[in-house]
């Protein structure tokens, strides 16, 4: 079997205190290693797009929701779990670029509406498919069977944290 730096601290720790289970480093820390690891990979695909990964996260928020590609200020709020003031200035400087457009709700004037543009739909549309083929790159070490066995571990992992 092959080792990894986490099967070292691991031994360290056992042999340094056998009393108790460190089982659970060697999940969180191989995460936490994978995170890191990936994280440059994904940057460097976006980048190729002209995007910050938070600005991919906006765009793609607003294009996997489907035409017409709009969403409330609180539901992207709601998608990507950050604060009120993050949101509010991440829009600004999308749409300052021209990727997004504020309005006001017709039905509701205190709601305002985020709305993809066409240059927006256009630069989204690339990268996400270079973001789905860099993706497929990265995880194509493991096999068909074991990626859809880790992504339902990690699943069941993901539901049961609070």
């Known amino acids: ?6 099967d ?9 205190r056998p009393d108790l289970d460190v089982s659970a480093m060697g999940v969180i820390g191989r995460i936490s290693r994978l995170e890191r ?39 992207l709020l709601d998608s990507m779990m950050i604060t009120s003031g993050a ?34 739909r256009q630069v989204v549309d690339a990268a996400v498919a270079d973001h789905a083929a860099n993706e497929a790159t990265i995880v194509g070490v493991l096999g068909e069977r074991d990626r859809a066995n880790l992504a339902a571990i990690l699943r069941r992992f993901l539901v049961a944290l609070p």
Do not use: C, K, Y
């Open 87 to 120: 949101m509010t200035n991440r829009i600004d400087r999308i749409e300052q670029r021209g990727l997004v457009e504020r309005s006001p709700d017709p039905d509701d004037g205190r709601v305002v509406l985020v709305t993809l543009t066409s240059l927006g």
């Open 8 to 16: 070292d601290i691991l031994e360290q720790w056992g042999r340094e």
């Open 1 to 6: 079997m092959e080792r990894d730096q986490v």
């Open 37 to 75: 690891a990936i994280r440059p990979r994904l940057n460097a695909a976006f980048a190729e797009h002209g995007l910050e990964s938070w600005e991919f996260d906006v765009i793609a928020t607003l294009r996997r929701s489907g035409a017409p590609f709009r969403l409330t200020v609180g539901q």
